[in-house]
C-alpha cells in the first residue's frame, strides 16, 4: 500500500507557482500589447485594421513581432533564475529594450531597403519582402533574449 501524503509545504509551493504565472502573464501581455502598439505608432497605415481585415503582409509582419517580444519575455524569465521581482522586473526592462530595438531595426532596414513598408503592409496581395520583415523581427528578438542570457 502506498503513503499518497504531500509535502507540507506542498500547497504554498503550488499558490507562489500560480502567483508567478499569473504575473508574469500580465508584464508578458503588457509587453505585447504595447509591442503592437509602438509597431502600430510608427508604422504608416493603421497596422490593427489592415490584420483586422486580414491584409497578408501586415498579419505576418504583426505575428513575427509578437512572436520575437514572446522570445525575449521567455528568456529574461528563465534567466531570472526563481527570484520573481528580479524576473518580472527584468522581463519588463529587456522587453521594452526589445520593443525600441525592433521598432529601431525595422526603421533602419527599410532605409537601407529601401523599402516602403507602409505600401507593403498595406497590400491585400502577399510579398516576398514582408518575409524580409518579418524576418528582422524574429533575428532581432533572437538577438535581445541571447544578449539577456
Do not use: C
Amino acid at each position: 500500500m502506498y503513503n499518497l501524503a504531500l509535502d507540507p509545504g506542498f500547497g504554498s509551493a503550488i499558490g507562489r507557482g500560480i502567483g508567478a504565472i499569473a504575473l508574469y502573464a500580465v508584464v508578458g501581455l503588457v509587453l505585447m500589447v504595447f509591442g503592437f502598439y509602438a509597431i502600430d505608432w510608427t508604422t504608416p497605415g493603421k497596422l490593427s485594421a489592415l490584420v483586422r481585415n486580414g491584409a497578408p503582409n501586415a498579419v505576418i509582419v504583426t505575428a513575427s513581432g509578437l512572436v520575437s517580444m514572446a522570445l525575449i519575455v521567455v528568456v529574461a524569465i528563465y534567466s531570472s533564475a526563481g527570484k520573481l521581482d528580479e524576473g518580472l522586473l527584468s522581463s519588463l526592462i529587456y522587453g521594452l529594450l526589445g520593443i525600441i530595438v525592433q521598432v529601431a531595426a525595422v526603421r533602419l532596414l527599410e532605409w537601407v531597403t529601401r523599402l516602403d513598408i507602409g505600401a507593403l503592409i498595406e497590400s491585400d496581395r502577399f510579398a516576398p519582402a514582408s518575409v524580409v520583415v518579418a524576418s528582422a523581427h524574429v533575428a532581432l528578438g533572437l538577438v535581445v533574449a541571447v544578449a539577456i542570457i
